[in-house]
């Protein structure tokens, strides 16, 4: 186990290179420079130009700014933000709870409803309630995130009036954040309502960035559970006289969970990236909402930063799903 | 930070200013975007200023509520000297900074906050010049200040002379802008003894009408009106920036009470607005233009009568339908109508293809194919220009003149529109910093503006020595005159189309009392009320 592990681990250091590499030139790709931005229509002076680029370090050759560049990383520095003008590592970790909350809900509810949805579908293999769960699970597949954000905002808060239409919490409540997720900063304030309010606004957001995740998950649990029933162990405990609950819901669901909880694993990388039109739509103070302003504003620090952050997290999520795989289904250690 | 949040709260409950009370009056303002810091000199954007220079800061002058009128602001009075080149300003006396969780003033305002205010620009050597990673004063720079000012001179403690380099009459207008915000020197010397200098760009000390309480970033900025303001306590307790970057969203907010004031609607939903009966409209002719910019160094429209053919066959009217959507009015001078010194006895430009056509034939010009710049983003000035870009393509076919259109990503766009070499005539605008109408002729139009914010690359001397002249005087209707005949030489020579001013809109609630909408573009909150 501790040999996978660590070749796992080693394997982490070419692929966190080559993500700094590629939120490197990424930015540097795209035209149009910080500096032309900032100045807008009025334009500014050749020289000044000049001297505010020398000032960020722009004037150097390419290599040695990325030089300058993974020296920094090595010491924990990712740069200051243009725009703030405060550090991006602190930024970042001022709104990644949000996102972090958001991201947990939104997986929670895909679980909870994905396998269960899945596991019907494959035990009604054919019939009418099949076809509808994986007709919808299509759609849901399917959504333009941005627009079914909107609709539910229209619906739910503008025409029934239930839920809030966007932010983390009533702007009635005002503590201190302690922890920075809102559920959690909400019980800790005492505040009568305030735990309340907060669950109101994670609904929408949640089910927004759920949808996608949750038809995922659906379909892949359905597919592996269909695999794992013709099996001869399903067959046999079958034939053992086990209740049917017992043979799905403990042997066929066990070994199909070995694919899903990777498809989950994926699907927190997908989730990041479903964060940024959610967190944008339900004004939401994550980290998506914060790196799609900064790559329009060219702030380049905080992109390089955010995309390596964002990188590194990815992976240490996919470490931990392949440790877990590794538990599940002891084969893969070898 | 955490501890002082902490005291913040139990202080707020002590004093029972807790935000959920009845008794206190609650502003929310959707805005647009997250301010990019609370040190509005830093800065160029409004939202910005929205949120730093206008709520929590003052100036030595001020701009008066919905207009562009100098007002007295931290002076209250000032003389200039005749040859225009001494500004002395007497400051207000008993002007209190704001008392915050995090700084307690022991002193009133005083000339050193005003120099320190200044000099922290103005001088590189200044330890206050470099104070945060990557800062620099991009506004006081990009309006000549470092090459204007000679010195700033502390007269006595209520006493603060400003000397010019050459005579600059829009200097009054321009030391109302948010980079002249007045900050605390006492607050920065304190941040410098605890060697947290860049705080003063996260948690700011003014003299405004609103004190900061706290931001928490891309969500929520909360404000106090300030007890002891000059010119009074607010009527409002407490004011609330609720960001919300979509306009749909906005909207919905505003419709479920979430917000009270909400920045820039869709054009589509100001129907919906006026029809609702809780919500207010609000509507105000931007102090903007929107101009086509030929390149009048390269033929064939460096000859003026070129230009004049084509501005005949624009059809204006069809642009302000489809792409303002009736939001706008043609635009005949380079300034728009609100501005002084708007010459009214200019002539619009006729629509006239036939004319057009005719005039292009008598200048020699056959077979003109040419390129149009459209920009990539919607802008006050210009909601669509790839639809104002495709309307002006078939008004030119029509008089036998082939068009291409090109567009380029924003910050190419405006680097490259810049050189003097460009192809074509330019879709461009302007939206003005100060209400000055020097602030558009000179910037937009004079010789020195051009490789840079002159896009049309045009240098007429007659124009240039009408607006240089009148920015050494003094008096405002000599300068008027000066200024409208300007825009006699502009009219004739044409280095524009000018096409349209725009008209912006401002939604709110029924309850919201006494908001004006100022020209210049920002959002300000002092003197508004709800019930």
């Known amino acids: 186990m501790l040999r996978f592990l660590l070749g796992r681990l080693a394997m982490l250091v070419p692929t966190f290179l080559g993500v700094t590499l590629v939120a490197f030139s990424f930015i540097r790709l795209l035209p149009g420079d910080p500096i032309e931005l900032l100045a807008g229509e009025r334009g500014i002076n050749p020289e000044r130009k000049a001297q505010l680029m020398a000032e960020m370090g722009f004037d150097q050759p390419l290599w040695k700014q990325y030089l300058d560049y993974l020296g920094n990383i090595l010491q924990g520095d990712l740069g200051t933000s243009f725009a703030s003008k405060q550090p991006v590592v602190d930024e970042f970790f001022a709104l990644f709870p949000a996102t972090v909350e958001l991201s947990l809900c939104a997986i929670f509810l895909a679980v909870v409803i994905g396998i269960p949805l899945g596991v019907i579908a494959a035990t009604k293999r054919g019939t009418f309630i099949d076809q509808s769960i994986m007709g919808t699970a299509l759609v849901g597949y399917s959504m333009p995130i941005f627009w079914w954000g909107l609709l539910l905002i229209i619906f739910f808060s503008g025409t029934l009036g239930w839920t809030p239409v966007s932010g983390r919490i009533s702007l009635l409540y005002f503590f201190e954040p302690v922890t920075g997720f809102m559920l959690i900063d909400s019980l800790l304030s005492g505040e009568e309502g305030a735990f309340a309010s907060a669950i109101q606004h994670l609904i929408l957001p949640s089910i927004v960035l759920a949808t996608i995740p949750l038809a995922v998950i659906a379909r892949q649990t359905r597919s592996a559970m269909l695999e794992v029933m013709g099996e001869d162990y399903v067959r046999t405990a079958r034939a053992k006289g086990l209740s049917p609950f017992r043979v799905i819901g403990v042997h066929a669901l066990r070994n199909a969970m070995i694919p899903v909880i990777t498809t989950i694993g994926l699907q927190i990388g997908v989730m990041l990236a479903g964060a940024i039109l959610t967190e944008t739509i339900f004004s939401w103070p994550g980290i998506g909402k914060w790196l799609i302003d900064s790559i329009t504003r060219r702030d380049y620090f905080v992109v390089q930063g955010a995309l390596l952050l964002i990188a590194a997290i990815i992976m240490i999520v996919n470490l931990i799903v392949d440790v877990l795989y590794g538990l599940i289904n002891p084969r893969i250690r070898g | ?531």
């Open chain 2, 1 to 531: 930070m955490k501890k002082v949040y902490r005291s913040l709260v139990a202080g707020l409950l002590a004093a029972g200013v807790s935000m959920g009370s009845q008794a206190a009056k609650n502003l929310v303002y959707c805005s647009e975007g997250s301010p990019e810091g609370f040190d509005p000199a830093l800065y160029t954007a409004g939202t910005t200023f929205d949120a730093s220079g206008r709520a929590v800061y003052n100036r030595l002058v001020e701009f008066d509520r919905g207009t562009t009128d100098v007002i007295p602001g931290l002076a209250e009075s000032w003389d200039i000297s005749e040859d225009g080149l001494e500004y002395t300003f007497h400051l207000r006396k008993g002007v209190k900074f704001h008392k915050t969780r995090f700084f307690s003033p022991t002193r009133e305002l005083t000339a050193d906050d005003v120099i320190f205010s200044f000099e922290r620009q103005l001088q590189k050597d200044h330890p206050w010049h470099q104070y945060t990673a990557g800062g620099s004063w991009e506004y006081f720079q990009s309006m000549s200040m470092p090459d204007l000012i000679s010195e700033i001179v502390r007269v006595d403690d209520y006493t603060v002379k400003f000397v010019l380099k050459t005579p600059q009459a829009p200097m009054l207008a321009n030391l109302a802008m948010d980079f002249a915000s007045i900050v605390s020197k006492e607050y920065a010397d304190q941040l410098e003894r605890q060697n947290k200098k860049e705080i003063l760009n996260q948690m700011p000390v003014g003299t405004g009408p609103f004190k900061f309480v706290i931001y928490q970033k891309d969500a929520v900025i909360r404000y106090q009106a300030h007890e002891g303001y000059w010119a009074g306590k607010q009527p409002l307790d407490n004011l609330i920036f609720a960001i919300t970057t979509d306009a749909s969203v906005r909207l919905q907010k505003l419709k479920a009470g979430e917000c009270h004031v909400a920045s820039y609607p869709n054009p589509a939903d100001l129907d919906i607005i006026r029809k609702d009966g809780k919500l207010n409209l609000m509507e105000q002719e931007g102090l903007n233009v929107g101009y086509m910019a030929y390149n009048t160094q390269m033929a064939p429209f460096d000859k003026p009568e070129v230009r004049l053919a084509l501005n005949m066959a624009i059809n204006k009217q069809a642009i302000l339908d489809a792409v303002f959507q009736g939001a706008g009015s043609a635009a005949k001078n380079p300034i728009p109508p609100t501005m002084w010194s708007y010459s009214q006895e200019t002539q619009p430009d006729e629509y006239n293809p036939e004319k057009a056509k005719a005039m292009l034939e008598a200048a020699g010009v056959k077979d003109l194919s040419m390129n149009i710049w459209a920009m990539p983003v919607q802008r006050p000035y210009n909601p669509n220009a790839r639809r104002m870009a495709e309307i002006i393509q078939s008004d030119f076919a029509k008089i036998g003149v082939k068009v291409n259109i090109v567009s380029y990503e924003w910050g190419e766009y405006l680097s490259r529109s810049k050189e003097v070499d460009r192809d074509g005539a330019l879709l461009m605008g302007w939206t003005g910093d100060n209400g000055d109408p020097d602030n558009f002729l000179a910037v937009l139009l004079g010789c020195d503006g051009v490789g840079g914010s002159n896009r049309a690359q045009w240098c007429n001397e007659e124009f240039d020595q009408l607006i240089q002249k009148a920015k050494t005087l003094s008096d405002k209707s000599e300068r008027a005159e000066l200024y409208k005949q300007a825009q006699a030489v502009f009219k004739r020579e044409a280095p524009w189309a000018t096409i349209a001013h725009s008209v912006v809109f401002m939604p709110m609630s029924t309850r919201v009392q006494n908001y004006r909408m100022d020209p210049l573009g920002s959002h300000r909150f002092d003197g508004v009320d709800i019930q």
